[in-house]
Structure formats: C-alpha cells, structure tokens
C-alpha cells in the first residue's frame, strides 16, 4: 500500500525478520516467541531503502491479536504508527477476522484514541489467552484491549 512521501506499507520478507527483531528490542518490546513462532505475520512501513516501522499479526478464527507495534524511536509522531495499526486491521479484516485483541504495558492511552477498550483479563478469549504473548511473554501487568474491526 502506497502511502505518501515515497513510504508504503507492505508484508514483511523473511529476510527481515532480523531487522524487525532488532526494532522490537530497541522499542522494548518481548521478542522471545517471535524467534520461535514464524506464525506471526509483519506488516512494515518501509521507504525503498530503510524499515520505519513494523506490526505483528496473529491470527485465531475470526479473533487477531495485533502485537509489536512499533516506530523507531527518530520517527515518532509522524503518524506512522496510526498508519500501521490501521493497516493490521485492514490486513485482519481481509482475512477474515473481525475483532482485534492487543495487550500493552505504556500505550493504552494511543490505543483506546485508536477505537480501542480495555477487557478485563478474566474475558479474555481462549484462543487469545493461549497464545505466547499472552500466557508467557508479556507480563501480567499488561492491559488487554479490543476493538471490532
Ligand atoms: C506507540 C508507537 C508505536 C506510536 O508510534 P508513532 O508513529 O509515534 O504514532 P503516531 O505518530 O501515529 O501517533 C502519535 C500520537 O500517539 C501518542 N503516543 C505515542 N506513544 C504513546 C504512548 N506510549 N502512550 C500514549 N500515547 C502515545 C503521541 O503522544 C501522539 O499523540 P498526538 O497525536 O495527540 O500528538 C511508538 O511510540 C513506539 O514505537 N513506542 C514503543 C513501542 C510501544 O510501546 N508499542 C506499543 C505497544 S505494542
């Protein structure tokens, strides 16, 4: 998808999956699954020669979880981030699903601006409570949000 200023959001390559975990550490962002799991896909919004930014999907029937959002650090605020979260739930729309999940430790203000809410973790969905990210990667204290898509 092309975007403006030469900047696109497009699926990740798998010869960029090393680039992407690099940007998700530096964000402060859990990584160990995504080494294991090749199951998650990656949208990322790239210029022809750089990564700016990157999301991970997962999906679980007709429920996704959005995960690993993230815009390097020189980037910000530029709408970069909004851009590619809108583009996850497209990309998860397509494909058939149609509530989005996302668990964050210091972002729920930009997420609930973005359409999403908070559920209490006891209503978390079974195949969403299964998943790495949420039984063993992010820690408890992280708020889960969704939204219909
Ligand atoms: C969160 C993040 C992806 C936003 O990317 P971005 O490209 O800066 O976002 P946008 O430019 O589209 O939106 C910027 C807006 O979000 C707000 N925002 C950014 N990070 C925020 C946060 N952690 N909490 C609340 N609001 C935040 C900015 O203040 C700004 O608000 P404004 O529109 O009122 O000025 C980016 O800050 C980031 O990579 N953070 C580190 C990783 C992270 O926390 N990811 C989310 C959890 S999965």
């Known amino acids: 998808?092309?975007?403006?200023?030469?900047?696109?959001i497009r699926q990740a390559t798998g010869e960029e999956q090393t680039r992407l975990l690099h940007m998700l550490e530096e964000a402060g962002l859990p990584t160990s699954d995504l080494q294991k799991d090749p199951d998650t896909?990656?949208?990322?919004?790239?210029?022809?020669?750089?990564?700016?930014?990157?999301?991970?999907?997962?999906?679980?029937?007709?429920?996704v979880l959005i995960r690993s959002l993230a815009v390097s650090a020189a980037?910000?605020?530029q709408g970069i981030g909004s851009n590619l979260?809108?583009?996850?739930?497209e990309f998860s729309y397509d494909h058939g699903a149609r509530h989005a999940y996302l668990l964050t430790v210091t972002a729920e203000e930009f997420f609930r601006r973005r359409g999403y809410s908070r559920v209490e973790r006891t209503l978390t969905p079974l195949p969403?409570?299964?998943?790495?990210?949420?039984?063993?990667?992010c820690p408890s204290s992280a708020v889960l949000m969704t939204r219909h898509i």
């Open 1 to 8: 998808m092309k975007w403006q200023d030469g900047k696109c």
């Open 41 to 63: 896909r990656f949208l990322v919004a790239a210029t022809d020669d750089a990564i700016l930014g990157c999301v991970g999907i997962e999906f679980y029937g007709s429920l």
């Open 85 to 89: 979260l809108r583009a996850a739930e």
């Open 75 to 77: 980037l910000r605020n």
């Open 128 to 137: 969403i409570a299964s998943s790495a990210e949420y039984s063993s990667v």
